[in-house]
């Protein structure tokens, strides 16, 4: 099973340009979420969307933009990467079905680098 | 807010010693309350879960229990191994649809 697939695992960008990662998940999830991995940090939401056509900001959104695609595909753009956004990247899904707390699935990561 | 605080690691054990590593939370009415372990380069994957206080999750060895009077959810282990090296997460779900992880604490398990 691949469950949540990420691209790419690994990326350099220099200050300013731009980059989209990409997650597609094949559990027929609703949710979809973009994480990022600061060292002693833990991990902040991004931005998350709830269903398929919604997408909703959160902890630290600034400097990022998503699109759902569709159910399967959630992707993350840094339209001017900036030092402050090195970090490693995780897409997750989770189905959600009323009011159970469904666990999230992550993908492996992706690790950027900003100089 | 919802917050989570986790003990800062890293934590090194030889193998078979008892683990604890500890996690209180801060949150309004009944999260649920989960533990995730990262292996290196991979992302993270569930441990164990509680939904309700006084709740036990199990997987693998690994116990934790929902105190809701000292709003903790402490991970234990009696016997760890080389293969428990990890880092571990404690988070915490209320509704909003989004998750809150702690900081995460780092294991190391010396034969």
């Known amino acids: 099973n691949a469950g949540v697939t990420q691209t790419p695992k690994f990326q350099v960008l220099k200050t300013g340009q731009s980059m989209t990662l990409q997650c597609a998940q094949d559990m027929n999830h609703n949710s979809m979420y973009w994480y990022r991995q600061d060292p002693g940090m833990g991990l902040r939401l991004i931005y998350y969307s709830a269903s398929e056509g919604t997408t909703d900001k959160g902890e630290v959104p600034n400097g990022y933009n998503v699109s759902r695609l569709n159910k399967r595909e959630f992707s993350l753009r840094l339209e001017s990467a900036a030092p402050s956004q090195t970090s490693v990247y995780f897409c997750?899904?989770?189905?959600?079905?009323?009011?159970?707390?469904?666990?999230?699935?992550f993908g492996n990561g992706t690790r950027l680098t900003v100089t | 807010g919802n917050s989570v605080t986790q003990m800062e690691g890293p934590v090194t054990l030889s193998e078979e010693a008892f683990l604890t590593i500890n996690c209180t939370y801060t949150a309004t009415g009944y999260p649920s309350l989960f533990w995730y372990v990262q292996y290196p380069g991979e992302g993270l994957q569930l441990l164990l879960k509680a939904t309700k206080a006084d709740d036990k999750g199990s997987n693998k060895g690994f116990e934790a229990t929902y105190r809701k009077e000292t709003t903790s959810f402490h991970l234990e282990k009696g016997s760890v191994q080389v293969s428990d090296s990890a880092v571990y997460f404690c988070a915490l779900y209320n509704a909003g649809n989004m998750l809150t992880f702690g900081g995460g604490t780092r294991l190391m398990v010396k034969p």
């Open positions: 997750a899904s989770r189905e959600v079905i009323g009011a159970y707390n469904s666990p999230l699935h």
